[in-house]
C-alpha cells in the first residue's frame, strides 16, 4: 500500500530528528502531501498513529497541508493551479486547464515531506 510505505518513512524521519535534537516529547508535526502523490490524507494520518504506538510521536498533534497542483504550460505558458481528474486515482493525467496540451511542467503538488517538528527539550523548546 502507497500510504503505508509513506506512513513509514515519515514516522523513521520524525523520530530520527527528535532523537537528534534530544526531543522529550513532540508536540506537533506539520506534513506536506502534494495533491499528485495520490495519498488519502485520512489514511496516512491513521496509520501514522498506528506506527506511531510505543514511540515519542505518540499523541502528538499531526497537521497534513494538502498542495494543490501547479503547473506551467509548454504550450500556450499558462502559469497556475489545475484540478486533476478525481475519477482515477492511480494515474495522475495533468492536462494544461487552458489549452487542454500535456506538454507541461508540474511546479508544486509532489511534496510529500515532513515540512515542521516541533519538540519538547527538557531545557528549552525549539522549532525545527
Ligand atoms: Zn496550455
Redesign the pocket.
Known amino acids: 500500500m502507497h500510504e503505508l510505505s509513506m506512513a513509514d518513512a515519515m514516522v523513521k524521519t520524525i523520530l530520527d530528528v527528535a532523537e537528534k535534537n534530544k526531543a522529550e516529547e513532540i508536540i506537533e508535526v506539520t506534513i506536506e502531501i502534494g495533491k499528485l502523490t495520490m495519498l488519502n490524507p485520512e489514511q496516512l494520518r491513521f496509520l501514522l498513529d498506528v506506527l506511531s504506538e510505543d514511540t515519542l510521536l505518540q499523541g502528538s498533534k499531526i497537521i497534513i497541508n494538502e498542495i494543490p497542483v501547479e503547473i506551467k504550460?509548454n504550450?500556450?505558458d499558462?502559469k497556475g493551479s489545475t484540478d486533476l481528474d478525481d475519477s482515477d486515482h492511480y494515474l495522475a493525467i495533468v492536462v494544461?486547464p487552458?489549452?487542454g496540451?500535456r506538454d507541461?511542467e508540474v511546479t508544486a503538488g509532489r511534496e510529500c515531506n515532513v515540512q515542521k517538528i516541533k519538540i519538547e527539550k527538557s531545557d528549552e523548546e525549539e522549532e525545527k
Open positions: 504550460c504550450s500556450c499558462f494544461c487552458q489549452c496540451e507541461l
